[in-house]
T-cell receptor, first 118, second 112 residues
């Protein structure tokens, strides 16, 4: 397994366009998270899935944002009608639910997808 | 409301000395804490974690201490090496929600 994979790594778009990011988690991980990080800040929680169910969404996630995880495998994060304030690094992470002593519940992050909205 | 705070944006330490990074939290429901290290253009990498039933966890040069009454945790790196230079984030999780909240990070610079 090559870890958590995110595509594309970089996306430059014009304001008003739609963008979609994809995340492929570690295959045996059943939880998948999306975070957003801007300069000088820590990762901000956006949403997370357990298998295919979206269990929580942050109030940061406006109606223009939607995330899916069909069949509990890969996930997509779509941003519609992008705004300059959406420029950020979008991070995906996955984890395995289980006993902490086994190393479960540790988030493994991908390298991120950097979005620039002009 | 910043539930996890790292009040020192940066820290410089001489190679071979101890680095101490601090983190405070406000939510008493947090019961699992993690430290991550981040290099530019990469995602955060897991370093070490601690459950709220413990007050110390050690892994090689890295030790995390948890003081539940003060809602404070710290990461000790001994001895510090130039390769440790990175941004360090603490994170806290509530097992009722499985949501991880991150601090704003501390940039560590280890001087050779």
């Amino acid at each position: 397994d090559t870890g958590v994979s995110q595509n594309p790594r970089h996306k430059i778009t014009k304001r008003g366009q739609n963008v979609t990011f994809r995340c492929d988690p570690i295959s045996e991980h059943n939880r998948l998270y999306w975070y957003r990080q801007t300069l000088g800040q820590g990762p901000e929680f956006l949403t997370y899935f357990q298998n295919e169910a979206q269990l929580e969404k942050s109030r940061l996630l406006s109606d223009r944002f939607s995330a899916e995880r069909p069949k509990g495998s890969f996930s997509t994060l779509e941003i519609q009608r992008t705004e300059q304030g959406d420029s950020a690094m979008y991070l995906c992470a996955s984890s395995l639910a289980g006993a902490r002593e086994s190393g479960a519940n540790v988030l493994t992050f991908g390298a991120g997808s950097r979005l620039t909205v002009l | 409301d910043q539930q996890v705070k790292q009040n020192s944006p940066s820290l410089s330490v001489q190679e071979g000395r101890i680095s101490i990074l601090n983190c405070d939290y406000t939510n008493s429901m947090f019961d699992y804490f993690l430290w991550y290290k981040k290099y530019p253009a990469e995602g955060p990498t897991f370093l070490i974690s601690i459950s709220s039933i413990k007050d110390k966890n050690e892994d090689g040069r890295f030790t995390v201490f948890l003081n539940k009454s003060a809602k404070h945790l710290s990461l000790h790196i001994v001895p510090s090496q130039p390769g440790d230079s990175a941004v360090y984030f603490c994170a806290a999780m509530d097992s009722g929600t499985y949501k991880y909240i991150f601090g704003t990070g501390t940039r560590l610079k280890v001087l050779a």
